[in-house]
């Protein structure tokens, strides 16, 4: 913050932005301040009188005291201003101001600076406001602009807001919704990319480079960071920045940065953390544009560290620059223009296609052993460490535009932005593939919960559902996570799951079909006509069938012949290869007869290879830039296999829809759950509460009244009719059945009495009892919502009643969803089986089901207020007769401002 920090009240926190623009620089963004006065006064004196002539309709000199206060204090609900800034001074603004005879519609009015004009800051400011006012009831702009002020025009022209011109008065008036557009969606998705990579673009390939804290010493970081820049031939200048040293290397060292005679876009800093932020404010007045911080001791070990970290960020965005680390071991840019190798490791990789990620710096260097060993070719790696700044969101938007780059690997263990992630990831992966190990997978996701979807939800559910809809394909290991990059980075996509086999040794191959087929691929019956031409070149001994069984007597002429012949068919989609030395000599030569068959063929058809012998073999099967994935056993082989196969299937996927519902009452919800949050501060909503808001979703409970006595419960179960259900009401009571709070198919006064007396008695807090319509038959299931702090609401499916956590028979989707996720959730769960009538059963309506998910996703999303629901049971009629939700609980808490730090997904945040 630039102004002073001190926050009214209403101040959204949060809300500070980082902001990547086109050209690569960053601006800083957030509400404006009552202290930031002066900066806007300020601001008036750089724009020129045409800029302000636009803004405010006349010349102005200055800010009268009056506006400067109506500016600068605002309540930031009814009026609201985002300020962007440069180097701690104010260059933009954009606010707006709640039309008082029609709440839903706000005023706005944007300036920038003239010097900061044509670089998009108007645009993200447009689209900041709009993200911030609809989660206020506002569902429409209005601004008034200038016939002549071209710049506006064009912003709203370029965002697709129709404009209308009033006649005779030189005006344009732009109405726009606050709610996003597939095509405003689309083009802001275009522009996010474009501007984190080019901020990106000064880290990956500087045009010079200085280590602060080079060393003479070649055992130590900075020494052997150093060493690696000029081992690797960098093609620009490094600079040496040592206060203590003359030269290091035969190069000439600098005391400071500021020293350095030449432009340096990138920066390694690797000096003890208490000089690191010393360090950063000199690397900002040289110009400097992007920081690589190797030095520890910062938010890993605590307040103190975390401390320094926020300081550190202050002086990054201050200056719009981006840093890498701290905490980190550096990175490597492959391509052959920049042959940078900016980390301290021991082992430089082979270039390639695959760009790889590591949060941590001790695990870095291991995976670049690990990917040597293994010859996979790297185009770009890097060690984000803490990453306050640079995270996987950013690396994957600047891989996306990465010539160099076709797969791209993630050790991650922790998300920048899940919500950006996922959507970033999802687009992403439609080209290239990306695979992940999320370590964390146990004691982080174990938490209280206090209903049946919170107690289902976890941490791993979260990153598992969050990686199964944006198509990132999840690994366990590190070991499988390159058994997976080696196949996509060097053959083609499997077209199927039919799979062939050639082998020496029927064990092996036995191995692999159960391997294949456990993980649902098949090894398919051969055809009549292709064993044939298998058996005109093979021993009589040996077998055609799938797997083809040469027996170990077969030589390099008879793989070879084999692998063409299945290389060619049109009966499989892959082919693996098995090979067990059955002596020592001539092993080379066979694995060179197989590789070189496999580079002969030029078609679609993958290849993969079992060398179970540990010499070597990733070597074996290179030549050159080209390279066949080489597995040990057969195991891993069918493993990566099938992760191939599951992501081409994910990616020919048809996209899901959002669904709009026309009959929702919002305005009704939005005041039950208000009131309730005006009652108390946080907790479950009421029955009728609960009943209302889902009435007003279009989510139908049976009739219910609430008795807090016998005899009101008689004449309330009278006045239903039929047969009812008691429920006690009572805190203690989280779930009734449990506790013996429950009484079905109660009828007539002494049935009602009894029932009365005992759910009451069963808890020693009962405040009344629900009376409620029983409704018969159906199929239960559950649907519910819980709020995970990090990724957002969960919304879960499954099998209902009180067995639901003892099954655990359920699909949980990351919101909002789509047409698609509620109809994939029904299919995932093994209780769908019951909804299709399952042995003659009866049917459920699952279309009832797929529009009651959707419903619960609209509630969500208009609901913030909302931490945890379960719908449980949900009762499925026949199809064609809908469903009842039998029993619902619905807990809320106190939004402060309009945004919450879980569903925060800002375009082009860095």
């Known amino acids: 913050m630039t102004a002073d920090s001190t926050r009214p009240a209403g101040y959204p926190e949060g809300w ?213 820049l000029l081992n690797g031939d960098y093609t620009g200048p490094v600079f040496p920045v040592n206060p203590k040293a003359d030269v290091v290397r035969s190069v ?44 520890a001791g910062f938010s890993e070990t605590g307040e103190e560290g975390a401390a320094l970290e926020e300081e550190l960020m202050r002086i990054v965005r201050g200056a719009g620059m981006r840093l890498v680390g701290p905490n980190c071991m550096g990175l490597i840019n492959m391509d052959s223009a920049i042959s940078m190798n900016g980390q301290f490791g021991p082992l430089s990789p082979p270039p390639g296609n695959v760009a790889m990620s590591s949060q941590s710096g001790a695990l870095g260097v291991a995976i670049l052993d690990y990917a040597t060993e293994l010859n996979i070719g790297i185009s770009t790696f890097i060690s984000i460490g803490n990453q306050p700044d640079v995270s996987g969101d950013d690396l994957l938007l600047y891989w996306e ?91 083609p996509l499997p077209q199927g799951r039919r799979i062939g086999i050639v082998t020496n040794a029927g064990g092996p191959g036995i191995l692999a079909v159960d391997a294949l087929e456990a993980n649902g691929l098949q ?150 759950v208000d009131t309730a949050l005006d009652r108390d501060a946080a907790g479950w909503l009421d029955p009728d509460e609960v009943e209302a808001v889902l009435d007003a979703y279009g989510l139908a409970m049976p009739k219910s009244a609430v008795a807090a006595s016998e005899d009101e419960a008689v004449a309330q179960a009278a006045a239903l009719g039929g047969p009812v259900v008691l429920k006690v009401i009572a805190e203690s009571a989280l779930h009734k059945s449990d506790v013996g709070g429950v009484v079905l198919n109660v009828q007539g006064e002494m049935a009602v009495r009894d029932a009365y007396a005992a759910v009451t008695s069963a808890v020693s807090d009962p405040e009344g009892v629900l009376i409620q319509q029983f409704v018969e038959g159906g199929h239960e299931v559950l649907i519910g919502m819980t709020e995970d702090p990090n990724f957002g609401p969960l919304i879960v499916f499954g099998l209902g009643g009180v067995f639901v956590e003892l099954i655990g028979d359920v699909a949980f989707r990351i919101h909002p969803l789509t047409d698609l996720d509620a109809a994939e959730m029904i299919d995932e769960v093994k209780s769908a089986q019951l909804l299709a009538g399952y042995r003659g059963g009866a049917a459920g309506d699952v279309a009832a089901v797929r529009e009651a998910l959707l419903r619960v996703s609209a509630l969500v999303a208009d609901l913030p207020e909302i931490m945890e629901m379960d719908l449980n049971p949900v009762k499925v009629a026949e199809p064609g ?30």
């Open 16 to 228: 500070e932005i980082n902001a990547a623009l086109r050209d690569g620089t960053s601006i800083a963004v957030r509400p404006i301040l009552p202290a930031d006065a002066d900066g806007l006064q300020e601001m008036l004196t750089r724009m020129s009188r045409k800029t302000v002539y636009h803004r405010f309709f006349q010349a102005k000199e200055r800010l009268e005291p009056e506006e400067l206060e109506a500016f600068t204090r605002l309540d930031y609900r009814n009026r609201m201003a985002l300020i962007a800034l440069r180097h701690g001074k104010i260059i933009g603004v954009g606010r707006y101001w709640r039309d008082e005879t029609d709440p839903e519609v706000a005023d706005v009015a944007f300036a920038v600076i003239d010097e900061e004009q044509g670089k998009g800051i108007a645009s993200r400011l447009v689209r900041y406001l709009t993200s911030y006012a609809r989660r206020l009831g506002i569902n429409a702009f209005r601004a008034t602009v200038l016939s002549d002020n071209h710049v506006m025009i064009r912003v709203f022209r370029n965002a697709g807001y129709p404009m209308r011109r009033e006649p005779d008065a030189g005006l344009y008036t732009v109405e726009f919704p606050t709610t996003d557009t597939p095509g405003l969606d689309k083009a802001d998705e275009v522009d996010e990319q474009l501007a984190i990579a080019a901020s990106l673009m000064p880290v990956f390939f500087p045009n010079g480079i200085a280590v602060i804290g080079a060393s003479r010493e070649p055992l130590s970081i900075g020494g052997r960071l150093f060493n690696n």
């Open 252 to 295: 000439k060292a600098y005391p400071s940065i500021l020293d350095v005679p030449d432009r340096v876009d990138l920066a390694f800093i690797v000096v003890p953390s208490r000089f690191v932020t010393a360090v950063a404010r000199e690397c900002v007045e040289k110009g400097v544009r992007g920081l690589v911080v190797i030095s």
């Open 401 to 491: 535009s990465d010539p160099g780059t076709d797969v791209i690997l993630l050790y991650m263990e922790s998300f920048g932005n899940p919500r950006r992630f996922a959507r970033a990831a999802r687009r992403i992966a439609k080209q290239k593939p990306i695979v992940a190990v999320k370590s964390g997978r146990t004691a982080a996701g174990a938490r209280a919960a206090s209903s049946h979807t919170g107690s289902l939800a976890s941490l791993d559910v979260a990153v598992d559902t969050l990686f199964r809809q944006a198509g990132v394909i999840r690994t366990d290991t590190l070991t499988e996570l390159f058994d997976v990059t080696a196949l996509l980075a060097n053959q």
């Open 523 to 672: 090894v398919v019956e051969f055809s009549d006509e292709l064993k044939d031409e298998l058996r005109g070149f093979l021993a009589a001994d040996a077998a055609v069938g799938n797997p083809v069984d040469m027996i170990a007597s077969a030589g390099p002429e008879e793989y070879a012949a084999c692998i063409e012949v299945l290389l060619t068919s049109n009966e499989i989609d892959a082919v693996i290869t098995i090979f067990i030395p059955a002596a020592p000599e001539g092993a080379e030569e066979m694995a060179v007869a197989i590789r070189d068959a496999a580079f002969r063929h030029h078609g679609e058809k993958t290849f993969l290879t079992v060398y179970m012998s540990s010499e070597g073999a990733a070597q074996l099967f290179s030549s050159g830039d080209k390279r066949i994935p080489t597995y040990p056993f057969p195991e891993p082989a069918a493993l990566a296999l099938t992760r191939a196969v599951e992501y081409v299937e994910w990616r020919e996927k048809k996209e899901g829809s959002p669904v709009e519902f026309r009959d929702l009452d919002r305005t009704r919800a939005r005041t039950i």
């Open 881 to 910: 007769h809908g469903l009842s939700i039998v029993d619902a609980r619905i807990k809320v808490r106190p939004v402060v401002g309009a945004w919450l730090p879980s569903r925060r997904d800002v375009l082009s945040e860095l």
